[in-house]
C-alpha cells in the first residue's frame, strides 16, 4: 500500500502536477491521521474491555468470597445464641440449695456456655481488590460505601471477639479448679467421666462463677450483636456484588 501511494506521488511530480500532488499529499495525510486514531480508538476499546473482564472476575470473587462468609456467619451466629441461652440459664441455678435435674444437664450447659465462637471470615479478595487500586474502579458507589463500612465493622468484631476469648478464661479456670473439665468435655459419655468423686453441681453454690459466667454472657451479647449487625451488611454486599458482575 505504501509503495502505491509512492508511486502515485512519483508520477504526479514527473507530470509537474504540483497542485495536485500537494492535495494528494494533503489527503495522504489526513488518511494517516485517520488510520492512527481508528487504532487508537480500537487499541482504548480493547484495554476498557480487559479492564471490564478484570473487574468482573474481582467482584465475581468478591461476591463469592462474602457469600462464603455470610454462610460460616450464620452457623456462628446460632453457637452464640447457644452459649447465651446456656449462660441465662445456669444463672437460674445459682445458689439454690436443690436442684432437681442430673449432673448430666449441668454439664451440658457448662459445655455450651464455655464455648467460644470460631468465625473468621475471609478478606484475601478485598484486600486484593484494595491492594491493586481497583476498588475506585468499582461503578457502584454504594457498594463502594458497603465494602468501607465492613472493615470498620469487621475492627469491632475482632476486638469484641478477644474480648469474649479473655472473659471466657474467668469461669473455665474455675471449672479447672474447683470442678471437672473431663465431665464438662465428655458430657455425653458417661463412660468417660471424671474418675474423681466431683460434682460441677457444687459450682452453682460459688458466687465468683456466677458473676464470670455473668461477664462472659455480656461479652457474648455485644459480639452477637455485631454478629447480627455483619450478617445484614455481607447480605447488601452479595446481592449488590452479584447484581455488578451483570453489568
Not at 447457644?82 to 459445655?111: C, H, Q, V, W
Amino acid at each position: 500500500m505504501i509503495k502505491f501511494f509512492r508511486k502515485i506521488r512519483q508520477n504526479l511530480l514527473r507530470e509537474n502536477k504540483t497542485g495536485k500532488y500537494f492535495k494528494y499529499a494533503i489527503g495522504e495525510i489526513i488518511l494517516v491521521v485517520i488510520g492512527i486514531l481508528i487504532a487508537l480508538q480500537i487499541n482504548n476499546w480493547n484495554e476498557n474491555r480487559n479492564e471490564k473482564k478484570s473487574l468482573k472476575i474481582l467482584t465475581e470473587n468478591l461476591h463469592n468470597e462474602f457469600a462464603t462468609n455470610l454462610k460460616e456467619l450464620e452457623t456462628d451466629l446460632i453457637r452464640i445464641k447457644r452459649k447465651i441461652s446456656a449462660g441465662n440459664e445456669l444463672l437460674t441455678y445459682f445458689g439454690k440449695e436443690k436442684i432437681d435435674f442430673p449432673e448430666f444437664n449441668i454439664d451440658s450447659l457448662l459445655f455450651e456456655a464455655i464455648e467460644i465462637p470460631t468465625w473468621n471470615p475471609s478478606t484475601f479478595t478485598l484486600n486484593e481488590i484494595k491492594n491493586s487500586g481497583k476498588l475506585s474502579d468499582i461503578k457502584d458507589v454504594k457498594l463502594k460505601g458497603l465494602l468501607y463500612k465492613w472493615e470498620r465493622l469487621y475492627e469491632d468484631i475482632l476486638e469484641w471477639q478477644h474480648a469474649l476469648e479473655i472473659s471466657n478464661e474467668g469461669p473455665l479456670n474455675i471449672i479447672k479448679t474447683k470442678g471437672s473439665i473431663v465431665n464438662v468435655d465428655f458430657y455425653k459419655d458417661t463412660t468417660r467421666n471424671s474418675k474423681f468423686d466431683i460434682n460441677n453441681l457444687d459450682l452453682l453454690q460459688e458466687v465468683q462463677f456466677e458473676n464470670e459466667i455473668e461477664n462472659n454472657i455480656f461479652n457474648a451479647r455485644s459480639l452477637e450483636k455485631k454478629y447480627r449487625e455483619a450478617k445484614i451488611l455481607l447480605t447488601k454486599i452479595t446481592d449488590l456484588s452479584i447484581s455488578e458482575t451483570m453489568k
